[in-house]
């Protein structure tokens, strides 16, 4: 099993990921766009998630 740190990214790490400002990554999340979840005010985003929502976005501009 992974460590839970690895698996768990915050949305500074999201905003790096796909190279978007903070605004635009809590409206992904809030939109349920990528799934998360929040602890108290802390928002943690399972990779999965994140990679998942690039998969997703790659087979629609494939789509084209």
Same mark, same amino acid.
């Given at each position: 099993?992974?460590?839970?740190?690895?698996?768990?990214?915050?949305?500074?790490?999201?905003?790096?990921?796909?190279? %978007?400002?903070?605004?635009?990554?809590?409206? !992904?999340?809030?939109?349920?766009? %990528?799934?998360?979840?929040?602890?108290?005010?802390?928002?943690?985003?399972?990779?999965?998630? !994140?990679?998942?929502?690039?998969?997703?976005?790659?087979?629609?501009?494939?789509?084209?």
């Amino acid at each position: 099993m992974e460590n839970a740190s690895t698996t768990l990214i915050t949305v500074e790490e999201l905003c790096e990921e796909l190279m %978007i400002g903070k605004n635009t990554a809590y409206k !992904l999340l809030t939109s349920g766009e %990528i799934k998360g979840f929040r602890i108290g005010r802390i928002w943690k985003i399972p990779r999965e998630s !994140l990679n998942r929502y690039l998969i997703e976005q790659t087979s629609v501009l494939n789509r084209k």
